[in-house]
């Protein structure tokens, strides 16, 4: 098993960033692709962002590209996602995911994610 805590969510203004980190522990061998999803009230699961196993290819959400930057350190067992130039629209709960299964594409959907964290909830005010 493999658990996941994400942090570093809170309130922040209109343009303003925030970093998000994700610590994995347990079984983080059998981890390859790791991904970032959030959930805004009455809204299902989107896509944010994902990154492969070695770091060295990510993957972005149209709506967060060229804002969003998906980065692990796997010495740290742990996943960032560092938003910039933040939109009240970005206001959700983000989750953290791990993928325990190897695979030749990216992984854009949640029900491909094995693992997730509790959430962390940040709001972005106008």
């Known amino acids: 098993q493999v658990q996941l805590v994400e942090s570093g969510g809170g309130l922040v203004q209109a343009g303003g960033s925030r970093r998000l980190s994700c610590v994995a522990s347990?079984?983080?061998?059998?981890?390859?692709?790791m991904g970032w999803f959030r959930q805004a009230p009455g809204k299902e699961r989107e896509f944010v962002a994902t990154?492969?196993?070695?770091?060295?290819?990510?993957y972005y959400a149209d709506s967060v590209k060229g804002r969003f930057t998906i980065s692990r350190d796997n010495a740290e067992n742990t996943v960032y996602l560092q938003m910039n130039s933040l939109k009240p629209e970005d206001t959700a709960v983000y989750y953290c995911?791990?993928?325990?299964?190897?695979?030749?594409?990216?992984?854009?959907?949640?029900?491909?994610?094995?693992?997730w964290g509790q959430g962390t909830q940040v709001t972005v005010s106008s």
């Open positions: 995911a791990a993928d325990r299964v190897y695979r030749s594409s990216w992984s854009l959907l949640p029900s491909l994610y094995n693992y």
């Open positions: 990154i492969s196993w070695s770091g060295g290819s990510t």
């Open positions: 347990g079984r983080t061998f059998t981890i390859y692709n």
